[in-house]
């Protein structure tokens, strides 16, 4: 561990003394040091070495006093298993996706088995980590068949009461880009009526929600400020969705989504439509990047960036009303705040009960990474409110 302190400091001095970081996000220098923690994580990723990468980032299943934590399978996809040990005969239900851009993290790693520890004591629930199949390997919709596979099985009357999970208290959740998925599965699911049981709950942190606007507020303004830089979450959307990564700087310039593009009409242009969905205070001096003449045929050529089943925000409202009640977490300086907040707004118009947490001196990533060894002051406070939301409201 000292060892890799030591690293992280010594990348972060060389690298990222000058980084600018806006006044008023928390704790500025541990953001710097998870920043290169971050990159040096990205890198290794390029390199194409995961296998090992992976290895040496997760923890053996192991039993702690509170928590029988155990590796299995939920209709077929790889899932940790949290079972907190007495307590209540029947638990509640978590089925958590973990974040990386649809192509890093698993529910090993030792930031999300730490969370998920910690959800299953202190709600005593019984909490399932999904190891969806990652990019490069899989590409879309394969993360979204392997998340609604994993949460049919886990609301399955068999997995319930083999479990001991009370039917009436379960809740899907997930951050970043698990929280994409988390979006969509409570979208497929409200919307089935063949299923017995339902989601009570969806929480969504710092969710990714859409890929047609590059340019909301948060993008513009978080452009460049760590972990999530906006580049990085084009390449993520664009990998994801299995599309040449030569459409980045187009998809930058919101060439994808200009008005001369007739495959987006103005019903879908509504749903993202930050002028009307944003308060003032969000929106701030910030003007919409809307190309008259742009690169008419993209969203042709990559069908999945209109696809509601990767952009959740896109959804008609009849769909969103359907969805259970939410909890969505948003951190200021983030890039993806606007995806959070518009999609906050719009499951309020249609009826949804929705809490919306915003921490004005968060940043991407920050309740995850809460539990590292370099901690953050807003990870802890997030993390803490999001699991009293839960124990609320489960
Ligand atoms: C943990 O769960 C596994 C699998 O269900 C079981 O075999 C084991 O006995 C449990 N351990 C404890 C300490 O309850
Ligand atoms: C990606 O696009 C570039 C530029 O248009 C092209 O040269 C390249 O062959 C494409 N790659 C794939 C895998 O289609
Ligand atoms: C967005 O909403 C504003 C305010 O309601 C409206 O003036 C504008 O035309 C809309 N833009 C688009 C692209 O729909
Ligand atoms: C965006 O579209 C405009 C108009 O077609 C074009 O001039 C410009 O080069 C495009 N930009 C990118 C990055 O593709």
Redesign the pocket.
């Known amino acids: 561990m000292l060892r890799l302190a030591g690293a992280v400091l010594l990348s972060a001095a060389a690298y990222y003394v000058y980084l600018p970081l806006p006044s008023g996000v928390s704790e500025p220098w541990k953001l710097m040091l998870l920043d290169a923690l971050f990159r040096s994580f990205m890198q290794a990723v390029r390199g194409q070495n995961l296998g090992s990468l992976d290895h040496s980032h997760v923890i053996e299943a192991r039993s702690s006093p509170a928590v029988n934590v155990t590796d299995s399978a939920l209709g077929g996809v790889p899932t940790r298993v949290f079972r907190p040990i007495g307590g209540e005969k029947l638990k509640r239900g978590v089925i958590y996706f973990h974040g990386g851009g649809w192509a890093l993290g698993s529910g090993r790693m030792r930031s999300y088995d730490s969370l998920c520890r910690r959800m299953a004591e202190d709600l005593d629930a019984v909490v399932m980590s999904v190891d969806y199949r990652l990019v490069p390997e899989a590409v879309f919709p394969d993360q979204y068949y392997d998340v609604l596979a994993a949460s049919r099985a886990f609301l399955s009357t068999e997995v319930l009461e083999h479990y001991s999970i009370d039917p009436e208290r379960v809740c899907v959740s997930g951050d970043s880009a698990g929280g994409n998925l988390a979006a969509a599965v409570a979208q497929k699911l409200g919307s089935d009526d063949t299923l017995k049981v339902k989601f009570k709950a969806q929480a969504l942190i710092y969710p990714v929600l859409q890929a047609l606007d590059f340019h909301t507020p948060s993008y513009q303004q978080n452009q460049a400020v760590p972990i999530l830089y906006r580049p990085v979450m084009a390449r993520f959307w664009l990998q994801y969705l299995g599309a040449n990564s030569s459409l980045e700087p187009l998809l930058l310039a919101n060439n994808h989504s200009s ?1 001369d593009e007739s495959g987006i009409s ?1 019903d879908i ?2 749903k993202l ?4 969905l944003l308060p003032t205070k969000r929106r701030k001096h910030f003007q ?1 990047v ?1 190309k008259q003449t742009g690169s008419p045929g993209v969203v042709g050529k990559v069908p999945g960036l209109m696809d509601v089943r990767a952009s959740p925000l896109l959804a008609e409202q009849d769909v969103l009303g359907k969805t259970p009640k939410a909890y969505v977490m948003t951190c200021e300086f983030d890039v993806l705040r606007d995806d959070g907040l518009m999609y906050a707004r719009r499951l309020q118009d249609a009826g949804v009960t929705v809490t919306s947490d915003h921490y004005e001196d968060g940043f991407h990533g920050c309740m995850v990474f809460a539990s590292m060894p370099v901690m953050s002051n807003v990870g802890q406070r997030s993390m803490s409110n999001y699991i009293h939301w839960l124990d609320q409201n489960l």
């Not at 439509?273 to 009307?276: E, G, K, L, S, V």
């Open positions: 008005l103005a242009r509504s439509n930050w002028t009307a919409p809307v």
